[in-house]
């Protein structure tokens, strides 16, 4: 990564957030003070309950969102990519972290002060509604994963998940979902416990819906899987 790609002003990533509502002077403000880092798989941005003093903008990589149940299950809420800003809502609100990010492959973060976005809030109005209806679409993702759990049975939340796996993610060369979930981060993601995934899997591949080799899984019948997603 060069110098220049790294300088927020010239980072293609900004424009898949709130970043893009900053003005050329605040983002040259904001690249003088951020730091870059690597999070390799495995290793977590920040806990739930931690206090922030930044946020974290992912350039290369994914990252699982989870919450600690009261009976110690990680309930996965969402899976981000390239381009998403993790902790606003944290920060904004003065608060500790409800949620925790740990990275699932090798990432790219970059982490931008608290005082600095304090300042472009303060005096950039178009920023702040950019802030806002960023959360306000987090809200929408998070009441449709509590509609879907109360709603729709494993199977279903399971095939809406492969889904949702592979219209963000994509597909590799040989048709497998690039993003590859372990079978319990696939059971935390859907709220169900890892042997009811394992099995819910094993009959989507013996009805044909699937196909899988070790952790890849590839759609084999996306016309069936939406019918069973719409319980039709």
């Known amino acids: 990564m060069?110098?220049?790609?790294?300088?927020?002003?010239?980072?293609?990533?900004?424009?898949?957030?709130?970043?893009?509502a900053l003005k050329k002077e605040e983002l040259k403000r904001i690249s003088d003070s951020k730091i870059s880092k690597i999070i390799k798989k495995g290793e977590s941005i920040f806990r739930e309950g931690e206090k922030?003093?930044?946020?974290?903008?992912?350039?290369?990589?994914?990252s699982k969102l989870s919450k600690m149940s009261d009976n110690g299950k990680d309930q996965i809420?969402?899976?981000?990519?390239?381009?998403?800003?993790?902790?606003?809502?944290s920060v904004i609100s003065d608060q500790s972290t409800n949620l925790s990010a740990v990275a699932l492959n090798d990432m790219t973060v970059c982490f931008i002060p608290?005082?600095?976005?304090?300042?472009?809030?303060?005096?950039?109005?178009?920023?702040?509604?950019?802030?806002?209806?960023?959360?306000?679409?987090?809200?929408?993702?998070?009441?449709?994963?509590?509609?879907?759990?109360?709603?729709?049975?494993?199977?279903?939340?399971?095939?809406?998940?492969?889904?949702?796996?592979?219209?963000?993610?994509?597909?590799?060369e040989e048709g497998y979902i690039s993003m590859t979930l372990s079978r319990e981060d696939i059971a935390n993601v859907v709220g169900t416990a890892k042997e009811a995934c394992?099995?819910?899997?094993?009959?989507?591949?013996?009805?044909?819906?699937?196909?899988?080799?070790?952790?890849?899984?590839?759609?084999?019948n996306e016309k069936a899987l939406y019918n069973l997603i719409e319980g039709l």
């Open 77 to 89: 809420v969402k899976i981000v990519a390239k381009g998403e800003i993790l902790g606003q809502r």
């Open 2 to 20: 060069s110098h220049l790609e790294r300088r927020c002003e010239n980072c293609i990533v900004r424009q898949l957030n709130s970043l893009k």
């Open 114 to 172: 608290k005082i600095e976005l304090s300042k472009s809030l303060d005096e950039n109005t178009q920023f702040t509604q950019a802030i806002l209806k960023q959360m306000a679409q987090d809200l929408k993702v998070a009441d449709d994963v509590i509609v879907s759990m109360a709603q729709k049975s494993v199977r279903q939340r399971i095939a809406e998940a492969l889904m949702y796996l592979r219209d963000n993610f994509g597909v590799d």
């Open 52 to 62: 922030l003093n930044g946020v974290f903008c992912i350039q290369n990589g994914v």
């Open 198 to 220: 394992i099995r819910t899997l094993s009959s989507f591949k013996k009805d044909q819906l699937i196909s899988a080799t070790g952790k890849r899984i590839k759609i084999e």
